[in-house]
């Protein structure tokens, strides 16, 4: 690949972000809480935020488009919006076509919230750094600035692939001193790589091998140096993360999950991998719940924790005297718990049995923006329906638009 091949100005996309101070301000105090070298939180500070801005694509609440200043109000909360956002959304009132007409083709907001701490983003944020990490020693090195985002995913996209399909020219074996049982589950048990353990790097390569992920792929296979390998051993044992595999049978390798130690301890639940880096098989939900409980991890679910159904109670929640912060979203039963679903992870609704008829009317509501499986299994009142087959008929009728379900 050559890095100059595609330019900054066609690599990032126009989009007018307007929390992006808010935006770059936390990729930097993430960046120096890691201790991010200074040209890799350079490299963060510039392309990522950059990619972050133009690129990023996800489902609310994580990326939302502004079209009105009562959406704008509402995402800013209590702070005052800049003077500009404000004016884009009269000026775009102002262009918008009476009722009776339809919008223009290829009509888009004028303006844009990127939530920066989004579990989409934070999974984005912790790929790149693995492959920013891991170029000492290549044609990069020292020269980060020159690769933009897209290419950056592209290449660690490529090496992941090629790990998946190399050969091994020799087989790790399993040193069970280089982990420590940590937790028995239903079908398997949780161990904990030993960050002490001279046998530490072997076995993270026996882990790589079984699951197919770059956790233990090492540039230097015999010397277990360098690569994507050193990112993740060089991490464990200046105790900054804390890996976990999941066992079956004799020593098989089913999941791997990394955390980060932040200060005091607690820890951040960084990566949930099942094989070839997927989520893990619903079969072991119940396990992943009971080590995630086990180790009180703070924060939000991960982008592979919420891809198996799992979420995090925020704290408003947990006081109601809940055993586990960590639960399965079809767990989610009371009022307040599905309002917080609605409102923090929508893609999850369809795992919802939703019975209060608030909730009804709110998803009914946001059918728009809710998966067309939840809207179709929330039971209707009679006053519902009848407000929905008002809606479609309203929709139907000459001169006017829209795509009711």
Same mark, same amino acid.
């Given at each position: 690949?050559?890095?100059?091949?595609?330019?900054?100005?066609?690599?990032?996309?126009?989009?007018?972000?307007?929390?992006?101070?808010?935006?770059?301000?936390?990729?930097?105090? #993430?960046?120096?809480?890691?201790?991010?070298?200074?040209?890799? =939180?350079?490299?963060? =500070?510039?392309?990522?935020?950059?990619?972050?801005?133009?690129?990023?694509?996800?489902?609310?609440?994580?990326?939302?488009?502004?079209?009105?200043?009562?959406?704008?109000?509402?995402?800013?909360?209590?702070?005052?919006?800049?003077?500009?956002?404000?004016?884009?959304?009269?000026?775009?009132?102002? $262009?918008?076509?009476?009722?009776?007409?339809?919008?223009?083709?290829?009509?888009?907001?004028?303006?844009?919230?990127?939530?920066?701490?989004?579990?989409?983003?934070?999974?984005?944020?912790?790929?790149?750094?693995?492959?920013? /990490?891991?170029?000492?020693?290549?044609?990069?090195?020292?020269?980060?600035?020159?690769?933009?985002?897209?290419?950056?995913?592209?290449?660690?996209?490529?090496?992941?692939?090629?790990?998946? #399909?190399? /050969?091994?020219?020799?087989? =790790?074996?399993?040193?069970?001193? =280089?982990?420590?049982?940590?937790?028995?589950?239903?079908?398997?048990?949780?161990?904990?790589?030993?960050?002490?353990?001279?046998?530490?790097?072997?076995?993270?390569?026996?882990?790589?091998?079984?699951? $197919?992920?770059?956790?233990?792929?090492?540039?230097?296979?015999?010397?277990?140096?360098?690569?994507?390998?050193?990112?993740?051993?060089?991490?464990?044992?200046?105790?900054?993360?804390?890996?976990?595999?999941?066992?079956?049978?004799?020593?098989?390798? +089913?999941?791997?999950?990394?955390?980060?130690?932040?200060?005091?301890?607690?820890?951040?639940?960084?990566?949930?991998?099942?094989?070839?880096?997927?989520?893990?098989?619903?079969?072991?939900?119940?396990?992943?719940?009971?080590?995630?409980?086990?180790?009180?991890?703070?924060?939000?679910?991960?982008?592979?924790?919420?891809?198996?159904?799992?979420?995090?109670?925020?704290?408003?929640?947990?006081?109601?005297?809940?055993?586990?912060?960590?639960?399965?979203?079809?767990?989610?039963?009371?009022?307040?718990?599905?309002?917080?679903?609605?409102?923090?992870?929508?893609?999850?609704?369809?795992?919802?049995?939703?019975?209060?008829?608030?909730?009804?009317?709110?998803?009914?509501?946001?059918?728009?923006?809710?998966?067309?499986?939840?809207?179709?299994?929330?039971?209707?009142?009679?006053?519902?329906?009848?407000?929905?087959?008002?809606?479609?008929?309203?929709?139907?009728?000459?001169? +006017?638009?829209?795509?009711?379900?």
């Amino acid at each position: 690949m050559n890095p100059g091949a595609a330019t900054a100005a066609s690599a990032y996309r126009p989009r007018d972000v307007v929390n992006a101070p808010d935006i770059k301000q936390r990729i930097r105090e #993430r960046s120096a809480a890691r201790g991010d070298s200074q040209e890799i =939180a350079a490299w963060l =500070a510039n392309h990522f935020y950059r990619h972050v801005i133009g690129n990023l694509d996800a489902d609310p609440p994580a990326v939302q488009p502004i079209s009105t200043q009562a959406e704008l109000l509402r995402l800013h909360r209590r702070t005052e919006p800049a003077a500009w956002a404000l004016e884009r959304l009269r000026a775009h009132a102002a $262009r918008q076509p009476p009722p009776h007409e339809s919008p223009a083709a290829g009509a888009s907001a004028p303006l844009w919230w990127v939530e920066p701490d989004s579990a989409p983003l934070l999974a984005l944020e912790s790929r790149l750094l693995e492959f920013l /990490s891991t170029r000492r020693g290549t044609a990069l090195e020292g020269k980060l600035q020159r690769i933009n985002c897209p290419q950056a995913l592209a290449r660690w996209t490529l090496e992941h692939l090629a790990f998946a #399909r190399k /050969s091994e020219s020799g087989w =790790a074996e399993h040193r069970p001193g =280089a982990v420590r049982p940590l937790l028995r589950g239903q079908l398997g048990v949780f161990v904990e790589f030993d960050a002490q353990s001279p046998d530490l790097r072997a076995e993270m390569a026996y882990e790589s091998q079984m699951m $197919r992920h770059c956790l233990g792929q090492f540039s230097a296979r015999g010397a277990l140096r360098g690569g994507y390998g050193e990112h993740y051993a060089e991490a464990c044992e200046q105790g900054r993360l804390r890996l976990f595999s999941y066992r079956t049978g004799t020593a098989q390798p +089913r999941i791997t999950v990394s955390a980060q130690v932040l200060d005091g301890g607690r820890l951040r639940i960084d990566q949930i991998k099942g094989k070839q880096n997927r989520p893990p098989i619903a079969r072991y939900l119940a396990d992943v719940l009971a080590l995630l409980n086990h180790l009180d991890a703070d924060g939000e679910a991960p982008a592979d924790a919420l891809a198996m159904g799992i979420v995090r109670r925020p704290a408003h929640l947990l006081a109601s005297g809940h055993t586990g912060a960590w639960c399965a979203a079809s767990e989610l039963h009371t009022e307040a718990e599905q309002l917080w679903l609605l409102q923090a992870h929508p893609a999850l609704l369809d795992q919802l049995d939703i019975r209060s008829p608030l909730m009804q009317w709110l998803v009914a509501a946001r059918r728009d923006t809710v998966p067309v499986p939840a809207f179709e299994r929330v039971p209707r009142s009679a006053a519902l329906q009848q407000s929905l087959e008002l809606a479609r008929r309203r929709a139907g009728s000459p001169g +006017r638009t829209g795509n009711p379900r």
